[in-house]
C-alpha cells in the first residue's frame, strides 16, 4: 500500500519549464521594448532637438505620431 505523499511527485516537471519558458519571454519582450525605446528617442532627439519628450506613455504615442507626419 502507498501512501498519498510518497505517490505525489513534489513538483510537475512540466511547470517548471513552462515558468522558466515565461520568465526568458517576458526578459526578451522587455528587452524588445528597451530597444525600441532608446530607438524612438533617438529619433525624436534628431527630428526634432529643442523639443524635450518626457518619454512616459502619452509621450511616447505623441512622438511616434510626430514622426510619422515628418
Not at 35 to 61: C, G, Q, S, Y
Request: charged letters at 30%; zero cysteines; proline letters at 3%.
Amino acid at each position: 500500500m502507498t501512501s498519498s505523499i510518497t505517490s505525489t511527485p513534489f513538483y510537475n516537471s512540466g511547470d517548471l519549464v513552462s515558468k522558466k519558458n515565461r520568465v526568458l519571454k517576458e526578459r526578451e519582450r522587455r528587452a524588445r521594448e528597451t530597444v525600441a525605446f532608446k530607438n524612438l528617442r533617438h529619433a525624436l532627439d534628431v527630428a526634432d532637438p529643442h523639443t524635450f519628450w518626457r518619454m512616459e506613455r502619452v509621450d511616447i504615442v505623441e512622438g511616434a505620431v510626430f514622426l510619422i507626419k515628418q
